[in-house]
């Protein structure tokens, strides 16, 4: 569901009183923190290039391959910055308390692509030149969001940055690197304060406003992408990622979607009215769907994962058989 633009003028000056409070709360909770101060620069070596150096070379770091490509699909998504930025700030605005958000949210979110970016290069677990290529191309195409509303906006923000803390996150537990694991968790906090401003907003847009929040939510919901959608091989990664289990449609559904869904309490607030109803119709469909989608690829996982451990288990059984075979047949 679009509105008009003034009905979007009108709708943010309603909401502006929640934004201050918002905004005020999370200067007051927000911790000052440092990108140079989590990365381990003593790992670091020059690269073969201009200054000469050690050519890079794939086995240089520990980290598993779907951990470095959830990292480089993070990153490429921060450096897209540029992009988030305008949207925000053509839907919000650039006065007022909307305005000092939108550049608070900026500025905080311009250090997790600065730190992931030093931590990578640090610690040798991308290609130098691939990850800039790739930097350049994604940057460059730029980036607009499917959805076309200031309600939609909010919505779409709520649930990508839950979205976002979760990757991060899971890509630092599952990294095997302490310090790796350190940096994420220090980014995905900041993930979670940008989610909590932005879903006080979608609840307090459900009180002004029922049937908007609710059309937008299903509109969201529904076509969900993640804002990095536009790399380039994105949906070869996306598998990898969620294979690994850093973010797969479980975790979408039960992570991501409901706690938010539940905060909103979307199935048992009253219906706003015939239009708010048909989209949470929509949406409860949409759910049921997801959960059975989600149910059969854990399953799907779950039978790879077990046919590639007794593949292992037999390879092993077959190299501890093979001497011991071999000494009795020359007794």
Not at 65 to 78: G, H, Y
């Amino acid at each position: 569901m679009t509105t008009e633009p003034t009905a979007d003028i009108r709708l943010l000056n309603d909401l502006e009183p929640v934004v201050e409070a918002g905004l005020n709360r999370h200067l007051a909770g927000a911790k000052e923190w440092f990108p140079h101060e989590y990365v381990p620069w003593n790992r670091g070596h020059d690269f073969d290039g201009v200054l000469g150096g050690r050519a890079w070379q794939p086995d240089q770091s520990s980290l598993p391959e779907a951990v470095r490509t959830s990292l480089i699909v993070n990153l490429l998504t921060e450096d897209n910055l540029p992009s988030y930025h305008r949207i925000i700030a053509e839907h919000f605005g650039r006065e007022g308390a909307w305005g000092t958000w939108v550049h608070r949210w900026t500025a905080e979110e311009d250090r997790h692509g600065q730190a992931i970016r030093d931590y990578l290069l640090v610690s040798r677990a991308v290609d130098p030149v691939a990850l800039e290529r790739a930097r350049m191309a994604h940057v460059g195409a730029g980036f607009d969001l499917d959805h076309p509303s200031a309600a939609e906006v909010i919505a779409y923000v709520s649930f990508q940055e839950l979205a976002t803390r979760v990757a991060h996150r899971n890509t630092g537990r599952l990294s095997g690197d302490p310090v790796c694991e350190g940096l994420l968790t220090r980014v995905a906090h900041d993930e979670n304060l940008h989610m909590l401003f932005y879903r006080d907003l979608l609840e307090a847009l459900f009180d002004l406003a029922p049937d908007v929040a609710m059309r937008a939510v299903a509109a969201v919901v529904t076509s969900f992408r993640m804002p990095g959608h536009g790399i380039e091989g994105f949906a070869r990664k996306s598998a990898q990622i969620a294979l690994a289990g850093i973010y797969d449609p479980r975790l979408h559904h039960d992570d991501v979607l409901l706690p938010v869904l539940r905060r909103l309490n979307i199935f048992e607030r009253p219906a706003g009215g015939a239009d708010g109803e048909r989209a949470r119709e929509e949406l409860a469909a949409h759910l049921t769907a997801l959960d059975r989608a989600a149910h059969r690829f854990t399953q799907r996982r779950a039978a790879a994962r077990q046919r590639i451990t007794d593949a292992h288990r037999h390879t092993r059984v077959a190299r501890n058989a093979g001497p011991a075979a071999g000494r009795e047949r020359t007794q």
